[in-house]
């Protein structure tokens, strides 16, 4: 049993000990309350943090490779569009040539129509050399863009540049319609639709994968946030706790304080 002493008042020391936890504690939820965020600095906790740092870094990424997809995506429907008006010439092409062997049509009609072939053939020409955002939509050998389809960039998918210069060269290599057969066109428009075809296959595929990167997205953030991010309901109950302890433990500290006078009683 402790007896009335003056020099040291252990129930102040423990009053005062209890009311400076407490009002750590307080300043902290506070602070989590006024920032909405649970880690205020890392001891809060540390290993907490560092899978957030991780997370926060995988979702930057996710959000840059869903943009880099979108431009691939454009880069295909840019270079489709300009198979859409190649196949469209070819189907002119093809038309002129049936009417070009008709042996009722003179001389002059059918240098009319190679004059309008020629100026077809230098468009199909021109579409060759089209390029996107000064990448060039279309090579005469096989050749591709390798775009990544998720955020630590482990899987891939190929980008096609279509050669073009090889469904279409018969064509373009001729003077005049006299130089071509309808068999040379249809066989360009087949290989047309065959490389519109596998523009549209991998539009597709990105577009899909841009979809799963918005998902990955979803479940980053979520996980990301029970991290992070403060619950106000269970963090507003612990403050009014924490605020009552800091009252209660000052007043428990006034009353230790006075306690000693007991002392001063005793010795008058």
């Known amino acids: 049993m402790s007896g009335i002493i003056i020099n040291t008042n252990i129930s102040a020391v423990d009053a005062t000990n209890n009311l400076n936890r407490s009002n750590t504690a307080l300043q902290k939820s506070l602070n989590r309350l006024s920032s909405g965020s649970k880690i205020i600095s890392p001891a809060d906790d ?17 959000m840059v490779t869903q943009d880099n997809i979108a431009n691939a995506v454009s880069f295909l429907q840019t270079q489709d569009g300009s198979l859409k008006t190649a196949g469209k010439i070819m189907e002119r092409i093809s038309e002129l040539a049936t009417l070009y062997s008709d042996p009722t049509k003179s001389s002059t009609d ?26 060039s939509m279309f ?20 980008v096609t540049k279509a050669n073009l210069n090889s469904s279409v060269t018969t064509i373009t290599s001729a003077t005049t319609l006299s130089g071509i057969t309808v068999a040379d066109t249809t066989s360009g428009i087949n290989s047309i639709a065959t490389l519109r075809a596998t523009n549209g296959a991998q539009t597709n595929r990105l577009q899909f994968a841009a979809d799963l990167l918005v998902v990955n997205k979803v479940n980053l953030e979520s996980a990301n946030s029970r991290i ?20 209660s ?13 007991v002392a001063l009683k005793l010795l008058g």
């Open 46 to 62: 540390a290993g907490g943090l560092a899978v957030s740092m991780k997370m926060s870094a995988a979702l930057k990424r996710n």
């Open 110 to 135: 059918k240098s009319n129509y190679s004059t309008e072939f020629n100026q077809l053939t230098s468009q199909l020409t021109q579409i060759q050399a089209e390029s996107f955002n000064g990448v």
């Open 139 to 158: 090579a005469t050998s096989s050749s591709s863009l390798s775009v990544s389809i998720n955020e630590d960039g482990t899987q891939s998918v190929n």
């Open 228 to 247: 992070l991010d403060t619950d106000i309901a269970q963090e507003s109950t612990n403050f009014a706790r924490l605020n009552i302890l800091v009252q």
């Open 249 to 261: 433990g000052a007043a428990m500290l006034s009353q230790a304080n006075a306690s000693a006078q």
